[in-house]
């Protein structure tokens, strides 16, 4: 779950810095690269896709400033052919 906080009232909170900064989510998807295409196609500024950990991973950053890591299994030839 994620939560928004509160900017007003009794459990308000505003970040000293910008919201975001050093905070990566990762997501587990069925395919990272083809979520990378069609975030690219619809004017999004994804990272090119590449293979860490046998996952092929793409990220997006949201509004905020977060890390979003979308991430999922590379085979045998692609982790042998990025590494």
Known sequence: MLQ???REGHDSWVPESQVGVGVSICLL???AR???REAAARGLAPTTPYVGNRMWVTTLTDPDGYHLD?????????ARNTE
């Open 29 to 31: 998807c069925d395919d």
């Open 4 to 6: 928004e906080f509160p």
């Open 34 to 36: 083809a979520l990378h």
């Open 70 to 78: 979308f991430e999922s299994p590379a085979d045998e030839s692609d």
